[in-house]
């Protein structure tokens, strides 16, 4: 009973921990070209601390190609972006 109790409370920990590590942080960028043929845009970002990348100019995915639609060249954004099969991806826009 009492290893029974230790690894439920070790697994709460770890959920608990988990789930904090996947808080929302949004980055401030600036779309500088949209691709909607390859479903790609590319963004003028501040760092990317969830990715641990600095600021730069870089091509992303979109994890929903309706977020093409939202943006444009020269358009201030805040987004969050992951890797999602190996792909640099925005998965969420403001």
């Known amino acids: 009973m009492r290893k029974l109790t230790t ?7 770890a959920a608990t921990g988990a789930t904090a590590s996947f808080a929302t942080e949004y980055t401030k ?8 043929k390859a479903g790609k ?7 990317l601390t969830n990715l641990d990348m600095p600021a730069m100019t870089m091509v992303f995915r ?7 639609e ?5 358009a201030d954004i805040e987004f ?10 925005v998965v969420e826009l403001k």
């Open 41 to 47: 845009v590319t963004i003028i970002h501040e760092e």
């Open 62 to 68: 979109t994890a929903d190609p309706a977020m093409l």
């Open 70 to 74: 939202k943006m444009k060249a020269g």
């Open 7 to 13: 690894l439920l409370i070790a697994a709460m920990i």
């Open 29 to 36: 960028g600036v779309v500088k070209k949209v691709d909607m």
């Open 80 to 89: 969050v972006a992951d890797r999602v099969k190996g792909k640099l991806t």
